[in-house]
C-alpha cells in the first residue's frame, strides 16, 4: 500500500514539474517574442526615420524654381523647371 501512495505521489511530482516547465517555456516564449518585436519595430522606426530625414534633404537640395511673370496676355503664367522661365 506505501509503494502505491509513494509511486502516485512521484507521478504527481513530476506531473507538477512537467507543468510548470510547460507554463516556464511559455512564458519564456513570449518574452523572447515581445523583445523581437520590441527591437523590429525599434528599427523599423529608425529606417523611417533616416528615410524622412534624407527625402527632406533631397527636397531641400533639388533646385525646382517656381516662378511667375506676365506672358504676352498680361495672365501670371506658372514655370517649373530647372532653369527659369525667360518673360
Not at 7 to 17: A, D, E, G, Q
Amino acid at each position: 500500500m506505501f509503494c502505491v501512495r509513494l509511486f502516485n505521489f512521484v507521478n504527481y511530482v513530476l506531473l507538477l514539474l512537467g507543468l510548470c516547465i510547460l507554463i516556464v517555456t511559455y512564458v519564456l516564449l513570449r518574452v523572447f517574442c515581445f523583445i523581437v518585436l520590441f527591437c523590429v519595430l525599434f528599427l523599423c522606426k529608425h529606417i523611417l526615420y533616416y528615410c524622412h530625414r534624407v527625402s527632406i534633404q533631397l527636397q531641400l537640395n533639388i533646385s525646382y524654381h517656381i516662378i511667375y511673370c506676365a506672358g504676352p496676355s498680361g495672365r501670371a503664367v506658372l514655370g517649373v523647371g530647372l532653369r527659369p522661365l525667360a518673360c
